[in-house]
């Protein structure tokens, strides 16, 4: 071994230390007794601290909110968001490997100008409400821009790549620009009946659309890595197109669709600032609680440590499973 | 194409409060009023500070990540013992929700009950203001991003690094290149693409910083660590100034878009100079 090699590992040790440290300095807080918390650091159970499983009895008990509740919450949105967005995202991921679009730039001008104007045309002239507005200029735009596709119109044709492009550029804007056109829109519709502010759909429905981005970027890659060849098989023997999804293009890239799953639930898990937003008690969402138990009642850290356990571990499980995924040539695509 | 447009939505309704007066609370009609709410943003001094806060943590923070990331990706790399266990513990923090790194990272920097206080007072520093003094705040921000980011560079550079042809380095190593100018030579400039490509991905997700400093300082002390996503947040769902809010929003996606677009005119000559 020489030394550059040595070195190599001590700075992963050192580094893998520094990882490990906080979380280890959690675990052994969550089964501290409120004395042995206050009474300063100690490191060691049942050397410096007898371990107690106050903080878990409280937390089960309700006692610092309702963790059943907003788990259950959190796993539900979670799991359904993820699933939906893998769904939707590798069709449309699929669409844009294997067939070519064209999107006029025009077309998609008048899309914007439709939409814009006519709602604030019918929101302010015609006296609509403001849902019933958006949901009417949206549509017209979406029928006008369609058909006008099939025109042959000035300006540049987008391709795929563009297409592309425009999906993953949605990452960069600052969620708050539209986290708060969110809250405003969904309070509308809570108006005209359709209630979406602190419910199931309405978190779903945001984090589906929010996780679209990430799964059309990473799914496009697995599909482009497929061979071709068996789907031009299946062409030449009639199977129709959604059948070749089905049955051909999804089994075979299952580990591709299992991390970008797990990827996208960690992030719906994780995600704050839309659940802040746009819940406030009925489907609270697990970082919300967690945050919270730190002004609740002060700094009770034992059991600010258990309700952090309860964030973290499914996503350690996670990070086990994406390791091993991740040997195989996962993210290699990904970058390309 | 429904979900497309959902996206758009939004950012065309925000874009329209933008250029109004509109308050929720106390309850106003809305209406036009042009430029206004840009203009008093822009001569706001906190606004200004906003600003200045967020770039910093975000330059200083992403330097960082960067350089610790790429070496802890060229020691995993380097084929070492038990690197796939290395690969997983390094992974974890950014899977981590940033509500709990930092309310870990509060009970770690805790003066009373927190281990690295004990810690630096055996080196002499007893009670330093980790979270109370307006530098040390900044700091110990900037140090939780770069605990929980820095996998992230480590993840995509080592995905790099394993694309890189194998034949390079032989022949490097048969002219008695020195790791170190092997280094320098051929794996950085390789590297240099994929560089930019992490660091322009870390930029952009660090200017939404909001959850972490939420939680560790709720922007304080004062407003000295206060970010433009938190500061959007105050003034909308505390103040529930909307059209005021939806314009700073808009300001905010200027300002990362000049950002992007000055970053990657910056870095473009270099990269095409090596290719």
Redesign the interface.
Known sequence: MNW??KF??L??FF??F???F??Y??VI?AFKSPPA??G??T?IPWVDFQPTLQAWRDIASGLRGNFVGTVTHSTLIGVTASLLATL?GSMAAYALVRFPFKVKLGSGLIF?AI??GG??LLLNYYGMSRSNS?LTA?SAA?VVAVIVNNFRLPGPILGNEDIVFWFVS?????????A???F??YSELGKSGFKMIDTFWGMV?VY???S?PIVVWLMRDFFAALPVEVEEAALVDNVPSWRIFTDIVLPMSKPGLAATFMITL?FV??E??FA??LTNSKWQT??IL??G??SQRG?E?WA??AA?MF??IP??V???I??RL??S?L??G??? | MIVLAMAIFPLIYSLSISFMHYRLIPPMPPRFNGLDNYAKLLSQPRFWSVIYTTSVIVVISVTIQYVIGFAVATALHAKIKGSSVFRVILLMPMLIAPVAVALIARMILNPVIGPLDQFLTMFGFPDLPFLADKNWAMGSIIAVEVWQWTPFVILLMLAGLQTLPKDVYEAATLENASRWRQFWDITFPMLLPISVAIVFIRIIESFKIMDTVFVMTGGGPGIATETLTLFAYQEGFKKFNLGYTAALSFLFLIFIIVIGVIFLAIVKPYVEKRS
């Open positions: 550059g090699r190599a590992t700075g992963l580094w893998a520094l990882t490990l906080p979380l300095w959690v807080t918390v206050n300063g650091p490191y939707f914007f939409a814009m709602y604030q958006m949206f979406l949605q990452r960069m804007f600052p969620p708050v620009v539209v708060f056109a969110l405003l829109m429905f589906v659309a929010f679209l960690a898990w994780n704050f600032l802040l937003f697990l970082p967690v945050a138990q730190n700094d850290w600010v440590s952090v964030a973290i996503m350690i996670m990070a086990a994406l390791g991740m040997r040539g993210t290699l990904a970058i390309k």
